[in-house]
């Protein structure tokens, strides 16, 4: 049902997805979404995998405030994982435990912000480290409308390369497609 829910919604509000790969890299993977300027990306990400059929893959971390709210069993339909920021908590850890018992796609925005950052945050590329798992690439455009989704960067290539060459690759992968996110200004292409 949900798959044909993605489908509608999409192509209502005049949205297509082109897929990068196999669908099945969206499966077991540290999902890296950028840009993130705004929280209709997180929407519409959903709603692909929903049109893909991978909506029960799609897990993201979130304060967990949100999923003790009123609202807290939408946040976990939707994926979400509650974590206490207010405790120092190993993220690597616990992601890389919940992929050795779970197959899942996990959402990461490395900006960490929707504010215009000069650099990423490093958790990502630790987290598929820590769980021998692949980085697949995600990006909406929203001039052309279009979504950028299942670009993979096997483990194998995380594990022997260096982070500055695997931040080159990401960077020439948002630079190759144009990216144009939700609000502009917000949004830093050259990576650090």
């Known amino acids: 049902m949900k798959k044909i829910i993605g489908k509608l919604i999409l192509k209502l509000i005049g949205w297509k997805i082109v897929l990068q790969g196999d669908v099945n890299n969206l499966n077991r993977c540290i999902l890296v979404v950028a840009p993130h300027t705004h929280n209709s990306e997180y929407l519409l990400g959903n709603l692909a995998y ?8 799609l897990k993201i971390i979130i304060k967990d405030q949100h999923t003790k709210a009123w609202y807290g069993g939408i ?39 929707r504010s215009r950052v000069k650099r990423w945050h490093k958790g990502f590329y630790h ?66």
Do not use: C
Not at 50 to 57: I, M, Q, R, T, V
Not at 132 to 160: C, H, Q, R, W
């Open 75 to 113: 946040v976990k339909a939707l994926g979400g994982i509650g974590i206490d920021r207010s405790q120092k908590n190993d993220l690597v850890k616990f992601v890389s435990n919940e992929f050795a018992k779970h197959d899942f796609s996990l959402v990461i925005t490395p900006e960490g912000t």
């Open 50 to 57: 929903w049109s893909l059929g991978k909506a029960d893959h």
């Open 127 to 192: 987290m598929a480290l820590a769980a021998k798992v692949p980085i697949v690439l995600a990006a909406g455009d929203f001039k052309s409308k279009t979504m950028y989704l299942g670009y993979k960067i096997p483990y194998e290539k995380i594990a022997s390369g260096s982070y500055e060459d695997l931040l080159k690759e990401i960077q020439d992968y948002y630079i190759q497609y144009d990216i144009h996110a939700k609000i502009p200004e917000n949004w830093n292409p050259v990576l650090e």
